[in-house]
Structures are given as structure tokens and as C-alpha cells.
């Protein structure tokens, strides 16, 4: 069966970090583009980042360049994205999902910045 | 950044009737690489369209997609109930992908 499941939300401060992570069974990983899009409550989708089958290039939205990285570890079939330096603003339910195509999502994870 | 704009912000509508969504991107779509998705409260998208007219597996062929350029649309020939939702379009031709804000599909 596919699967896509993230973890890693929670609670934080402003400033704070978090690492995300999705665990992927039931297809291919290392083939795969990756993304995480988020979404504020009650919002529409945001893209947040990219990342290339192997790892070697990745992209970033401009509101979150510099703070957030994404990487992946092709052997453990897990894509990551470690924030730092977390805003009000970053408030929202992650999504990993296959790229650029999102044929795969997973269920999704919320992160809450707040003091 | 291309910038997806898309109308109605709501669509309300009667089961049975006939659905039409517009996506209008802020420059051209490189080689029609333009998706849809469909979202319901507390689920994840799931992808109905891409290259702007291919169904992806499993969806229904009551759901269509056309356009090219700027401008693309979404069309549900006969709404069923469980195609009441919200629907995004997504450019992914350029390495930065964006979305647009949404279209509410309400029952009338």
C-alpha cells in the first residue's frame, strides 16, 4: 500500500525550530521528486519547497529561504524539512507530496507558532 | 513568480448541472504543465488534471481540462454529490511551482 506519512508538527515558539519528516512506503522514493506544500487553516495551498531525486538541487518559496532546508535520505525511503527561525506566519498544516506532479500526498502535519 | 488567478471564488451549483473553473496564470504556462486538484474539508488534495488535459488514474470522465498559454480551465460536465469541494490549479513549469488561491464548488 502507498504511503506518506509526516510527523514532526507541534507546538513552538517564534523562533523556534522544528524538523518534519515523511516516511514514504509502497513506491519508488529514489526516483521521485519531492515537495512540501503547506496550508494555513482554513487557506489555500502554498508551495514551500523541492527537492530532486538524489538530493543534489533543491528550491525554496521566498518566504521561507534561508530558514527552511529540505533534504531526503534515499535509504530510509524519509524526505525532510528542518525549519528554523519559525514566524507566526508559518503557522500551518504540512504536506509532503511527489513532485512536480502531486499524485501522492500524504495526510499532513500541524505546525503552531505561537508564544 | 507566475501568479495563478482563479474564478469564481464560489461556485454554487444544483447536482446534475454543469461546472466550469477558470485558471489565469500572470504569464505563459511553459508546455501546458498546469494541474488541478481537488480538496475536501480535512482531507489532502488529490490530483484530478495534469498537463493541463490528462485525467490522472481513477478520476471520473466527467471531470475535463483545457486551455493553454494563461489560460486554462475546469470543467465537471454533471456534478455529482461528492464533487462539492474546493478545486486549485497548479503551474509546475517553472522550479518554483505556485497555486492558485481556490474555488469553492457549493451545493446550491
Known amino acids: 500500500e502507498l504511503q506518506l506519512v509526516e510527523s514532526g508538527g507541534g507546538l513552538v515558539q517564534p523562533g523556534g525550530s522544528l524538523r518534519l519528516s515523511c516516511a514514504v512506503s509502497g513506491f519508488t522514493f529514489s526516483r521521485y521528486w519531492m515537495d512540501w506544500v503547506r496550508q494555513d487553516p482554513g487557506k489555500g495551498l502554498v508551495w514551500v519547497s523541492r527537492i530532486n531525486s538524489d538530493g543534489s538541487s533543491t528550491s525554496y518559496a521566498d518566504s521561507v529561504k534561508g530558514r527552511f532546508t529540505i533534504s531526503r535520505d534515499n535509504a530510509k525511503n524519509t524526505l525532510y524539512l528542518q525549519m528554523n527561525s519559525l514566524r507566526d506566519e508559518d503557522t500551518a498544516v504540512y504536506y509532503c507530496?511527489?513532485?512536480?506532479?502531486?499524485?501522492?500526498w500524504g495526510q499532513g502535519t500541524l505546525v503552531t507558532v505561537s508564544s | 513568480e507566475i501568479v495563478l488567478t482563479q474564478s469564481p471564488g464560489t461556485l454554487s451549483l444544483s447536482p446534475g448541472e454543469r461546472a466550469t473553473l477558470s485558471c489565469r496564470a500572470s504569464?505563459?504556462?511553459?508546455?501546458?504543465?498546469l494541474a488541478w486538484y481537488q480538496q475536501k474539508p480535512g482531507q489532502a488534495p488529490r490530483l484530478l488534471i495534469y498537463?493541463?488535459?490528462t485525467r490522472a488514474t481513477g478520476i471520473p470522465d466527467r471531470f475535463s481540462g483545457s486551455g493553454s498559454g494563461t489560460d486554462f480551465s475546469l470543467t465537471i460536465s454533471r456534478l455529482e454529490p461528492e464533487d462539492f469541494a474546493v478545486y486549485y490549479c497548479q503551474q509546475y513549469g517553472t522550479s518554483r511551482q505556485t497555486f492558485g488561491q481556490g474555488t469553492k464548488v457549493e451545493i446550491k
Open positions: 504569464q505563459s504556462v511553459s508546455s501546458s504543465q
Open positions: 507530496a511527489t513532485s512536480p506532479i502531486s499524485d501522492y
Open positions: 498537463d493541463a488535459s
